[in-house]
């Protein structure tokens, strides 16, 4: 499903990625870890397609990727509702499954709110929300109960857990709980590359 | 309780201003020089009362609102090129800086050799809009949010649903203010043509001529025509662009 090979990655003359070989196959979940900065979101992005590596080659076989920012990236000008609908098709028929998708990160109440009057653990179940309703065979989720409560993150926890079944799953994260969650295999960031832990 | 407030200073501001204008008429007491603002009041509402006046406002109003509308809609294109292609804005930008740079008045002189008169007030409009919204609309989507552009991508938002949903909001607000300056630019420009060019059926003929006759009072009607029918385009504007922001705050989720 994911594969790496040989890429490299600089920011500037920060060299992020060296040579870095990751073969990743369809359903299977894989958590990145390693110290903030070292890469992993780069990696996430890689496979996103939205970054080019310097060198080498990356190679995903995906359909549809859905993906859950580290930084939420919804659109202010829209309620959590619509930026939720704007994955699914953004019509009127479709609002009722965003808002369905809404009510399972327990963002019901909030649906008609826009991103600057929620709290960053509310924009991040909205982020999270509209990773899961676009589906696709590839999920990528980047630090995903960073902001939450903790007594939403057991919920939103089974919740990726229900939903990433089947799925290929690439996750960034500092935090244990959701490696262990999540994650039937953890590479770990060393020297340029992720390597099992 | 605040806009009513608000009224109130701003005709305080007029009726002090037109009181300003009345001593001044009556310490001057040379109409042919500076006539009394119900002189000035008396003739427009004598004029306001003839059919000629109307059809003269009417098509200068149109003229340059043409004029407005074709160099909106080419400013907002021009940006959107010159921001999606690089060669295109190295093209373009110093023509449009020469453009933005020329005085009108070089502009009129130079248009009255290549087109005929009664256009000519609608292509200096439209020059004189074009560099603003260029400008404003090229700010805008230079300042649109890269990471969103980028979720934009991830979940597959079609091109339509990016400008639309993405580009739209982004760059709405450069491309009001810019609507918003191209106004009074506009009737500037458009009646400075207009005097020099001087096409059937115009503000700015009838400018030249009381100014030709040494008709103060009329020159005095048809400046308060021009600044009277300036006000209420940017009243309507406005209040266009409030309904507008209501009706999309109403309508949520909008298609």
Known sequence: MIHFDGVCLSYGDKAVLKAMDMHIPAGVHVALTGPSGCGKTTVLALAAGLRRPDAGAVTVNARRVAYAFQEHRLLPWRTAAENVNLVLGDTAATMAWARHWLALVGMAEGADLLPAELSGGMRQRVNLARALAFGGDLLLLDEPLKELDPHRRDSVLTLLRDHAFGRTVLLATHDRQETEALAEFTLDYRDGTFVPA | ?255
């Open chain 2, 1 to 255: 309780m605040r806009r009513s407030g608000t009224a109130a200073k701003s005709l305080g501001a007029l009726a002090f201003w037109l009181g300003v204008w009345a001593v001044l008429s009556v310490l001057i007491g040379r109409p042919l020089l500076l006539p009394a603002p119900w002189t000035v009041a008396e003739r427009l509402l004598r004029l306001a009362g003839t059919a000629a006046f109307w059809h003269i406002t009417a098509v200068s109003l149109g003229r340059i609102l043409l004029g407005a509308a074709l160099g909106v809609l080419a400013g907002v294109v021009t940006a959107v090129a010159t921001n999606r292609y690089r060669f295109l804005n190295a093209v373009l930008s110093p023509l449009l800086s020469v453009i933005r740079a020329t005085p009108v008045a070089s502009f009129i002189l130079l248009a009255l050799i290549w087109v005929g008169r009664d256009i000519l007030p609608c292509l200096i409009v439209f020059l004189m809009v074009l560099p603003v919204v260029w400008g404003n609309v090229s700010a805008g989507v230079a300042a649109t949010d890269g990471q969103l552009l980028e979720m934009a991508r991830v979940y597959r938002l079609s091109r339509w649903q990016i400008a639309r949903r993405v580009y739209g909001p982004s760059v709405g607000p450069y491309l009001l203010s810019a609507c918003h300056t191209s106004l009074g630019l506009a009737w500037k420009s458009g009646v400075a043509a207009e005097v020099l060019t001087m096409p059937a059926f115009s503000i700015g003929r009838q400018l030249y001529e009381s100014k030709l006759y040494m008709e103060m009072t009329d020159l005095f009607a048809w400046t308060a025509m021009v600044v009277m029918c300036s006000i209420a385009l940017e009243k309507l504007f406005t209040a266009l662009i409030r309904r507008l922001g209501r009706r999309r705050s109403m309508g949520g989720q909008g298609q």
